[in-house]
């Protein structure tokens, strides 16, 4: 093929999303030639699409970071991977391992889709280093859904929570991060509470190994009721602005609040009492490294885990797919290819 299509914005606003007909890359040295088989929607594309939240995008611009396909060709010097292995994106591109880079007064923000171009296209070139090998056990379509959403789960409960079998942990909503957070947490031996305002969603949170499935409305004070007022150890903060005050209310003593969401806004307000006297932990999650991506991948094969995908749409369908990304998906909503 000499051709392929892409997504293209050429301002912000999805009025201004086009799939275009353009040629196909060619891996230059170091590079690998991506063949895509899916790519997993995040809520962080909307918000690039709709404004860009504050990076200074290079139009035509590519939405997008999470993909999943088979290598076509190498460039000279690749050493990683060879064509016909199966490939996932990293979410941070040059972030490997240890402290990611930025400073106090400049932070990082090189992400795929992001500062960089990202990935709603039939063939990427990109570095070698930005992929991981794709685990094993799942099909493409599975495996898109981890760059983004499974790692972030990881990263807050395993990476940086060090999270224990006996420990509870709390997911607020029933949306990719928040279903890998309960996936992930079950199978580190931990009791798991989700929130969500849909019955249907809690019956399927359930199904999925929930122990508590509990109402939106009043989920503080059903905290408090089912851990006899103990709290939660792990708490996945996946609404933002002012409700971190809620979880700092329903987290325990010396529990750590994970801040992941922005969908309540980005300016977070809170009591301060409440994560004095608990000694409480707050940490903000900007997805993860790559080292953690393959920590990830081969959990994955070993804990046999199975991503919840509520659709799948075609490249042609991306508008649908981001309105029902809007709507709430149970999980994740994934783009294929063929």
Same mark, same amino acid.
């Given at each position: 093929?000499?051709?392929?299509?892409?997504?293209?914005?050429?301002?912000?606003?999805?009025?201004?999303?086009?799939?275009?007909?353009?040629?196909?890359?060619?891996?230059?040295?170091?590079?690998?030639?991506?063949?895509?088989?899916?790519?997993?929607?995040?809520?962080?594309?909307?918000?690039?699409? *709709?404004?860009?939240?504050?990076? #200074?995008?290079?139009?035509?611009?590519?939405? +997008?970071? /999470?993909?999943? !396909?088979? %290598?076509? @060709?190498?460039?000279?010097?690749?050493?990683?991977?060879?064509?016909?292995?199966?490939?996932?994106?990293?979410?941070?591109?040059?972030?490997?391992?240890?402290?990611?880079?930025?400073?106090?007064?400049?932070?990082?923000?090189?992400?795929?889709?992001?500062?960089?171009?990202?990935?709603?296209?039939?063939?990427?070139?990109?570095?070698?280093?930005?992929?991981?090998?794709?685990?094993?056990?799942?099909?493409?379509?599975?495996?898109?859904?981890?760059?983004?959403?499974?790692?972030?789960?990881?990263?807050?409960?395993?990476?940086?929570?060090?999270?224990?079998?006996?420990?509870?942990?709390?997911?607020?909503?029933?949306?990719?991060?928040?279903?890998?957070?309960?996936?992930?947490?079950?199978?580190?031996?931990?009791?798991?509470?989700?929130?969500?305002?849909? *019955?249907?969603?809690?019956?399927? #949170?359930?199904?999925?190994?929930?122990?508590? +499935?509990? /109402?939106?409305? !009043?989920? %503080?004070? @059903?905290?408090?009721?089912?851990?006899?007022?103990?709290?939660?150890?792990?708490?996945?903060?996946?609404?933002?602005?002012?409700?971190?005050?809620?979880?700092?209310?329903?987290?325990?003593?010396?529990?750590?609040?994970?801040?992941?969401?922005?969908?309540?806004?980005?300016?977070?307000?809170?009591?301060?009492?409440?994560?004095?006297?608990?000694?409480?932990?707050?940490?903000?999650?900007?997805?993860?490294?790559?080292?953690?991506?393959?920590?990830?991948?081969?959990?994955?094969?070993?804990?046999?885990?199975?991503?919840?995908?509520?659709?799948?749409?075609?490249?042609?369908?991306?508008?649908?797919?981001?309105?029902?990304?809007?709507?709430?998906?149970?999980?994740?909503?994934?783009?294929?290819?063929?």
């Amino acid at each position: 093929m000499t051709t392929m299509r892409r997504w293209d914005l050429s301002g912000f606003g999805r009025g201004s999303l086009q799939l275009k007909q353009v040629p196909v890359p060619e891996p230059g040295p170091g590079q690998v030639l991506v063949k895509a088989a899916a790519a997993a929607l995040n809520y962080r594309d909307t918000l690039v699409i *709709e404004h860009g939240m504050g990076l #200074a995008l290079d139009f035509p611009f590519t939405p +997008a970071s /999470d993909l999943a !396909g088979t %290598v076509a @060709a190498i460039g000279d010097g690749v050493t990683r991977f060879r064509p016909g292995d199966r490939v996932i994106t990293t979410f941070f591109p040059g972030w490997v391992d240890g402290r990611s880079a930025g400073s106090a007064k400049t932070v990082d923000a090189t992400t795929l889709g992001g500062a960089h171009q990202g990935v709603l296209a039939e063939y990427v070139a990109l570095p070698e280093e930005w992929f991981v090998a794709a685990p094993r056990s799942l099909d493409l379509a599975e495996a898109s859904t981890l760059p983004c959403a499974g790692l972030t789960a990881w990263f807050a409960l395993v990476e940086r929570g060090q999270l224990r079998a006996g420990q509870s942990v709390l997911v607020q909503g029933t949306g990719g991060v928040a279903l890998f957070g309960l996936q992930i947490a079950k199978a580190h031996g931990a009791e798991v509470f989700v929130t969500s305002a849909s *019955e249907d969603k809690r019956e399927r #949170a359930r199904a999925l190994g929930a122990d508590h +499935a509990i /109402d939106r409305d !009043g989920w %503080v004070e @059903a905290v408090y009721r089912l851990t006899a007022d103990r709290g939660i150890d792990h708490i996945l903060e996946l609404v933002g602005g002012a409700h971190l005050a809620k979880a700092l209310e329903a987290v325990a003593v010396d529990g750590r609040v994970s801040v992941i969401g922005v969908i309540e806004g980005y300016d977070l307000s809170a009591a301060a009492m409440n994560l004095l006297l608990k000694s409480a932990t707050v940490q903000g999650i900007r997805v993860g490294h790559r080292r953690a991506l393959e920590d990830l991948v081969r959990a994955v094969d070993v804990m046999k885990l199975k991503p919840v995908i509520d659709r799948h749409y075609t490249l042609e369908e991306v508008p649908a797919a981001l309105n029902h990304l809007d709507r709430g998906p149970f999980g994740k909503i994934v783009i294929t290819f063929d």
